[in-house]
């Protein structure tokens, strides 16, 4: 499996966001999908995951309330709708995919390029 994300950019706070992450390959296994990011000088932290069939969902309690998850499973593609940004949200954003949702980034086998989201105040 392959991920691509896309759809990061330098926004001003209060801004909205939507990044994509695409999925080729072996896409045919029911694969969940999770979103992680990296700001300068600190280590990753999860953002959001979501099953392949889109019923359940987690976020970590900093983007809640701001940030939705989904997917399009015809078109292999998970979205994260990032709304209200705060200069804080900088940092590189990972989709990654894995059996099943989950905030710890060993439970996901594939991960994409990050794509940067920069917010400033």
């Known amino acids: 499996v392959q991920l691509q994300a896309s759809g990061g950019g330098l926004v001003q706070a209060g801004d909205s966001l939507r990044l994509s992450c695409a999925a080729s390959?072996?896409?045919?296994?029911?694969?969940?999908t999770g979103w992680f990011r990296q700001a300068p000088g600190k280590e990753r932290e999860f953002v959001a995951a979501?099953?392949?069939?889109?019923?359940?969902?987690y976020y970590a309690d900093s983007v809640k309330g701001r940030f939705t998850i989904s997917r399009d499973n015809a078109k292999n593609t998970v979205y994260l709708q990032m709304n209200s940004l705060k200069p804080e949200d900088t940092a590189v954003y990972y989709c990654?995919?894995?059996?099943?949702?989950?905030?710890?980034?060993?439970?996901?086998?594939?991960w994409g390029h990050g794509t940067l989201v920069t917010v400033s105040s």
């Open positions: 990654a995919a894995g059996t099943s949702p989950s905030a710890s980034s060993y439970d996901y086998d594939y």
């Open positions: 390959g072996r896409t045919s296994r029911l694969y969940a």
């Open positions: 979501i099953s392949w069939s889109g019923g359940t969902t």
